[in-house]
């Protein structure tokens, strides 16, 4: 990406092991992220690009010699952030703490949007599939699997983070990829009631299809009075920011009940926000969230996608080769496209 | 207080029955919160005073005909808020959100400094002190019930809140009576290690009686720096922030620990501050707190106090008598006095 709306397709050196600990994974299935719309509006421009991407899919082509886990011609997810597995952050399950991590789609790291990519730390950033054939394996099923490098996780971390649990009223905020991937993640924990902000019905009937009991399509205070209509007046007890807006943080605050939990999972495109008497402190709302530790997460969800008892994959509704990544960019920027595949 | 640094005290009419809800209480002790220091330094110069205070121990007056869980001459705590404690937010523990609740020190509810107070919704809005006559109890015994009207149960609630817990560092930050208040609580929640941040050496010496295991004097960069240190440069599990001001409040997010919580029971005198990824959401630390549900937890540190387990009334180290409260508020104001206690 070269700056704002300026995405290009160039051939670059092919990637190395640079480090004993690296690997080195061909592109079997990669996507664009909600995340990846940020820069895509509002990067300056530059006259160098900068690498993109940070969900992958893929074999395993070589591997450093300090490599244990896997070995070439694994197929293999990577987690959108890096992460040694081992450190005492990781230890406890946030691998986006992790004391030697670091970030994809950068410089230093590259971007996975690519034919082959380097990864760093492998034995901690590749998680191996087992006894699937990615040249035979089911479209359905290699989209789960693409879905448990970020989106689908970054939606569960944000049900996790919010305490969702049987007899919770959860607001997902946002009919975006995550946002509906946080509908199924609350279903699987158990909410009672979720309740769906968002206004493109094809994105919010996946969400009814994965649990939301009610949408909201309207927003601002119209939107936190419908919810606050729905729920007896008290709000609800989990909020799920799946956007990373102002207005969507605005309305998170709004129907949160007293005592209830805001979880954000939308990277803030803010740094400062409400959160004095009349926002967070006078209802004593908590706020919580961050980059989802998917490495934590990533074998549970990965048995249960293997066993068939979730269908994640089904947030994709376009796919794209990589010569053809600009135009995905620009389909999910239009909203044109929920999230777009990358395939090999 | 007539505004800024106005206080007066003036001859009114005796409170009422106005509600067969309602009680009149008869002052044994009040005092002056931190938070009544707020309007000290910032509330406009009006005709007009407005009636101060919200924390009373006292002996009831007169109830309301429908008033069955005290009865005149019983000695009572008034919680800082107004509550049903029959409400949905009652039962659930979170008196402060009570659908029929309100707070004190202001022209409908009164304020607490003072000779005779009504008490709205005296079933829920006062617990009764079993087996103490004030006229003959011991002082300190006094203090420290007076302390659960609001301060060591606003340090307690922060402390739950935080989620303090064996194994885990607690950093307090505030030298104030709340913050003492929160060491206390963070002992008798099992804390492992407790840094208190504060530079007043006899309030931090208390605190260190209470429980601290380090004091940090230094403030802003160099005490986030000092507690890293301390930490192996990894933060705290837990900030509990007993100020409210700003310069606390980054204190807070700069010496959290990833996936910590950063707890605030200081009334925030901000409304927006950074909550964005350089702050909380690149390391998913929590943010809680708000208003202390005292009434909740106010049996079970009331059977502390009476048991002698914990002494919390050390907070006051100053007494005035009703028409030298002004004074009070000078002392506190110019940190003469921790916490200045009201006598009849």
């Not at 959860?170 to 946080?182: E, K, R």
């Not at 009991?213 to 989990?238: K, N, Q, Y």
């Amino acid at each position: 990406m070269y700056g704002a709306g300026d995405v290009r397709v160039e051939q670059v050196p092919d990637p190395s092991i640079q480090l004993p600990t690296d690997a080195v994974v061909r592109l079997v299935r990669a996507c664009i992220c909600g995340s990846d719309l940020h820069p895509y509006h509002s990067l300056p421009a530059s006259g160098r690009g900068n690498p993109m991407g940070h969900e992958l899919i893929g074999v395993v082509e070589a591997v450093g010699s300090q490599v244990t886990s896997v070995r070439p011609g694994d197929f293999v997810i990577a987690p959108f952030a890096v992460s040694d597995n081992t450190c005492v952050f990781c230890r406890e399950g946030l691998h986006t703490a992790c004391l030697h991590g670091g970030w994809y789609g950068n410089p230093a790291n590259g971007g996975l949007q690519a034919e082959l990519s380097r990864i760093p730390l492998a034995d901690g950033s590749l998680v191996k599939v087992p006894d699937v054939d990615p040249a035979t394996a089911d479209e359905g099923l290699l989209a789960s699997l693409l879905t448990l490098s970020d989106v689908y996780l970054t939606g569960w971390h944000a049900a996790v983070q919010g305490r969702v649990a049987p007899g919770r009223t959860v607001t997902v905020i946002g009919d975006g990829a995550v946002g509906l991937s946080a509908v199924l993640a609350s279903r699987q924990l158990g909410a009672e009631r979720i309740i769906l902000m968002g206004r493109h019905r094809d994105r919010t009937d996946l969400g009814v299809e994965w649990g939301a009991t009610d949408v909201v399509a309207e927003r601002g205070p119209e939107g936190i009075a419908r919810v606050l209509d729905l729920t007896d007046g008290e709000g609800s007890h989990v909020v799920l920011e799946a956007v990373g807006l102002m207005p969507a943080y605005e309305q998170a605050h709004g129907v949160v009940r007293p005592g209830g939990v805001i979880s954000r999972v939308g990277v803030p495109q803010y740094e400062s926000a409400p959160i004095g008497f009349g926002s967070l402190f006078g209802k004593n709302a908590a706020l919580t969230g961050g980059p989802a530790p998917v490495r934590a997460y990533l074998e549970g969800a990965l048995a249960q996608v293997l066993a068939g008892e979730i269908d994640p994959g089904r947030v994709f509704d376009r796919s794209v080769g990589l010569d053809d990544v600009p135009a995905g960019y620009a389909a999910m920027d239009a909203r044109q496209a929920l999230k777009v595949m990358i395939t090999a």
